[in-house]
């Protein structure tokens, strides 16, 4: 069992930067995957970018480039550096673990982008 909260979303001109976060309540070392996931309004889930135990990562084609995630495994925390936002990128930004015992998701944080 695991609880993921999600926090650092808000509003923002197209152009600037956002960093989420996500904290855990157990070590991120326990866990085979970290990801960010997001939906728009209307819109399917979609994956944006994932790590992994190896510290590999990987990234949705619409997001590469310009998104970074990272983990601070003293924090139990995911970091998703989100640069050069588009209105597009506009959407709930959800937290996924991925663990032996199955998927776990946070609450997610509104990220709104204007033009």
């Known amino acids: 069992q695991v609880q993921l909260v999600e926090s650092g979303g808000g509003s923002v001109q197209a152009g600037g930067s956002l960093t989420p976060s996500c904290a855990a309540s157990?070590?991120?070392?326990?866990?085979?995957?970290m990801g960010w996931y997001r939906q728009a309004t209307g819109d399917q889930r979609e994956r944006v970018a994932s790590?992994?135990?190896?510290?590999?990562?990987d990234y949705a084609d619409s997001v590469t480039g310009r998104f970074t995630i990272s983990r601070d495994e003293s924090k139990n925390t995911v970091y998703l550096q989100m640069n050069n936002l588009k209105t597009t990128d506009t959407a709930v930004y959800y937290c996924?673990?991925?663990?032996?015992?199955?998927?776990?998701w946070g609450q997610g944080t509104q990220v709104t982008v204007s033009s």
């Open positions: 996924k673990s991925a663990t032996g015992y199955g998927p776990y």
């Open positions: 157990r070590s991120i070392l326990d866990m085979y995957t």
């Open positions: 790590i992994n135990l190896g510290c590999i990562t």
